[in-house]
């Protein structure tokens, strides 16, 4: 346990912690905090950390839990009802994270770079040309994967949570993959861009990718 880091489970409240972040503590009070997640909020203390800033916290966190609860009391049946169905949600295990798919065949590593199971750097610099790359969203990836098509990120998809890659470039999406993503509720996904989608490799940078891969080296010693 680290006592310089508080974590508060707020999945009761029915508000997100991306939500709670930004309207309850930082627009309201000021409150600054390091991390989030669909449910819990994540304050972090300093040596710089004075006694009047825990009280403020304190102050801040009694101050609100009395306003939700007021705010309860004068539900409507509807409100309430929608209310236990966003508590139901931030309070229902999150889904299960999918299997690694598989790296591309155009990136799949060799002795050469050292990296047997993909060579992500390679797949990661490919992507700096723009014309290497195009945007699909959910659905349309979706459609691809169900008639056999390999759709391959070009970058690293991380929601947070769990806060770690789903996909790294030069991987390709499975329907795991895409289920998870779908079932997620945090509007946190760096890599993602929801007006536009996944950004993933057209067919020509898979060939061109190919067309360079690394020669393996000859087994045994040289001559």
Partial sequence: MDPSRI????????????????????DRYGVQINKTSRNTVLFMTTIGTTR????????????IARELDNQIIDMSPAERAAHERAVQRLTSPSAPLPDFSGFHSSFAGSPV????EGDVRRAFYLSYNDSYCEYLMPEEAEQRVENGEQVVSTTYVTPYPPGYPVLVPGQVFSQEILAFMRSLDT??????????????????????????RPEPLPDGPPA
């Fill in 113 to 116: 770079n050292g990296t047997p």
């Fill in 52 to 63: 009047s800033s825990v009280a403020y916290l304190i102050e801040v966190l009694v101050t």
């Fill in 7 to 26: 974590t508060i489970y707020i999945g009761a409240t029915g508000i997100d912690g991306d939500a709670f972040k930004r309207g309850h503590l930082m």
């Fill in 187 to 212: 509007p946190e996904v760096h890599g993602y861009r929801p007006g536009l989608g996944y950004r993933v490799y057209k067919d020509k940078a898979l060939e061109i990718a190919a067309a360079a």
